[in-house]
T-cell receptor, first 114, second 111 residues
Framework: ETGVTQTPRHLVMGMTNKKSLKCEQHLGHNAMYWYKQSAKKPLELMFVYSLEERVENNSVPSRFSPECPNSSHLFLHLHTLQPEDSALYLC?????????????FGSGTQLSVL | SQQGEEDPQALSIQEGENATMNCSYKTSINNLQWYRQNSGRGLVHLILIRSNEREKHSGRLRVTLDTSKKSSSLLITASRAADTASYFCATVFQGAQKLVFGQGTRLTINP
């Protein structure tokens, strides 16, 4: 295990639902990330938090809302999603958030939007 | 696009053979990283090679970097069925603020 835990592993939701993805890291890291991985597309960076402060938001639609209450926990709140949002959502952490650090990934949440 | 591009997109070899995957990029980099992803799982970091390094080893893995050709290769020697996975290169381009991943090479090791 990498020390980064994501729940749930699988999620099926309708377009009108509200759900949240959770990520927890046990590595003592100060930076956490959300990535989206769609079929046949490169990993897309969505959000970066460093010391609980959002430092990057890559033009992500407002139906995705991140929350980082402390350096060990990261959430992604979902509401009124579209079918094209179906993807594997990966959480990652790194020591300080310096741009060329190696990342530690969780196993991901496979999201299906019906 | 600035991202690294892996080649080939898919590779299928027999167990015991060596597997070589390549990554090309377009602008100057500070370092280059390789990650592995088993199907439907998260990525696992394999090796980081800095722009002033030419070669790095980790167990059965050998990574080379040629900054003049803007390319890197990942060699897996004596492949095993457990090496079946997708392999991604990731780079931080000079002046950029984030790690950018390529689309990956899907490696299949046949028993």
């Amino acid at each position: 295990e990498t020390g980064v835990t994501q729940t749930p592993r699988h999620l099926v939701m309708g377009m009108t639902n509200k759900k949240s993805l959770k990520c927890e890291q046990h590595l003592g890291h100060n930076a956490m990330y959300w990535y989206k991985q769609s079929a046949k597309k490169p990993l897309e960076l969505m959000f970066v938090y460093s010391l609980e402060e959002r430092v990057e938001n890559n033009s992500v639609p407002s139906r995705f809302s991140p929350e980082c209450p402390n350096s060990s926990h990261l959430f992604l709140h979902l509401h009124t999603l579209q079918p094209e949002d179906s993807a594997l959502y990966l959480c990652a952490s790194s020591t300080t958030g310096v741009r060329d650090e190696k990342l530690f990934f969780g196993s991901g949440t496979q999201l299906s939007v019906l | 696009s600035q991202q690294g591009e892996e080649d080939p997109q898919a590779l299928s070899i027999q167990e015991g053979e060596n597997a070589t995957m390549n990554c090309s990029y377009k602008t100057s980099i500070n370092n280059l990283q390789w990650y592995r992803q088993n199907s439907g799982r998260g990525l696992v970091h394999l090796i980081l090679i800095r722009s002033n390094e030419r070669e790095k080893h980790s167990g059965r893995l050998r990574v080379t970097l040629d900054t003049s050709k803007k390319s890197s290769s990942l060699l897996i020697t004596a492949s095993r069925a457990a090496d079946t996975a997708s392999y991604f290169c990731a780079t931080v381009f000079q002046g950029a603020q984030k790690l950018v991943f390529g689309q990956g090479t899907r490696l299949t090791i046949n028993p």
